[in-house]
């Protein structure tokens, strides 16, 4: 499991928690329109390449990164074939492609 740095956790959780607060308080104090989830919702409306580039971010954030010549560590996705295997059949599959 790769290690999270204490500095990058503590960022992230003071972000999201100022984030939270700030969305409550205006929430009580302003209503519901002035809140952070429904701002996004306007702007999707407004401009459907949000919700998009929100989905691209999240995409790059949560699925693994790997190098080409080694299989994933991510549970999810390691494969029982040796990847000389898995780079074999698609070498083969694009040249039965392109004749």
Do not use: C
């Amino acid at each position: 499991m790769t290690k999270i740095s204490r500095l990058t956790l503590f960022v992230f959780l003071a972000l999201f928690g100022l984030l939270m607060v700030f969305d409550a308080w205006t929430l009580l104090a302003r209503g519901y329109e002035t809140t952070v989830s429904w701002t996004l919702y306007v702007w999707a409306q407004q401009w459907p390449i949000v919700p998009f580039l929100a989905g691209v971010l999240i995409g790059h954030l949560w699925f693994p990164n790997r190098a080409a010549n080694k299989p994933s560590t991510y549970p999810p996705f390691q494969s029982k074939i040796p990847i000389e295997k898995m780079v074999d059949a698609e070498r083969k599959a694009n040249k039965a492609w392109s004749e």
